[in-house]
């Protein structure tokens, strides 16, 4: 399905990403335009440098939200007995069709999936401060990814709570110290939940399906010899 879903106001399940303010504060109106940048003085420059960059950041949020809600939409489309199956299968659908969307591959677009649903279902805090624009996606996915071995709720929600806290001070962080502070956090809350160290060979793939023309997309990651 090709469709595209073109919605305003869309909002997070269980979570808030602020009130109007945000909106208010962060109009992509206000910012400076290049005759308005060549009449400002340095600080109003940097000033508008950190407000498109928090921008940016709220509308990639928003936008992890609409995948989440088209995730399910798709789901709720089919019965009970079939959406056990539909997970396997189906998610190649919607990940074609988030691809297409957004002009990106499905390699990308599997990957936004993921973070986008789990932020809403399992870590909402960190979710209200991504929608803040306080952090950055690539915080936000390496959280989705060093967590996902918890399994008790409320080690969930403790680890949410407490990187909620943190998040906002780690943009300047390289990703490996952010997946150690990461680590350490969910090490501290059940030690058997640390994932080991990615090796090449975890992301080796290849998948197929359908796109909207009738075709089929193959796509892939192997070794070069292979």
């Not at 090709?2 to 869309?10: A, E, F, K, S, T």
């Not at 649903?117 to 624009?133: E, I, N, S």
């Not at 990615?198 to 075709?215: F, K, L, Q, T």
């Amino acid at each position: 399905n090709c469709d595209l879903i073109h919605r305003q106001g869309i909002p997070s399940r269980g979570t808030s990403t602020g009130d109007g303010n945000i909106e208010r504060m962060f109009d992509v109106d206000g910012l400076p335009t290049d005759a308005e940048a060549s009449a400002l003085d340095t600080a109003g420059l940097v000033d508008a440098m950190a407000s498109a960059a928090r921008l940016e950041t709220v509308v990639l949020a928003r936008r992890l939200v609409a995948v989440a809600e088209l995730f399910d939409r798709r789901l709720a489309e089919h019965d009970a007995d079939e959406r056990e199956q539909w997970l396997i299968d189906g998610h190649a659908e919607v990940t074609a069709e988030v691809a297409a969307a957004l002009g990106i591959s499905r390699g990308r677009a599997a990957g936004m999936i993921r973070v986008a649903t789990t932020v809403r279902d399992r870590l909402p805090k960190v979710a209200a401060v991504f929608g803040q624009g306080r952090v950055e996606y690539r915080v936000v996915a390496a959280i989705v990814s060093r967590t996902d071995l918890l399994i008790d709720d409320a080690d969930v929600r403790r680890v949410d709570a407490i990187l909620s806290r943190q998040i906002g001070r780690w943009g300047r962080l390289s990703a490996a110290k952010i997946v150690d502070l990461i680590d350490g956090i969910v090490v501290a809350t059940d030690r058997l939940a640390k994932k080991p160290p990615r090796s090449p060979d975890d992301a080796r793939e290849v998948g197929i399906a359908r796109d909207c023309r009738g075709m089929a997309e193959l796509w892939g990651t192997v070794w070069a010899p292979d």
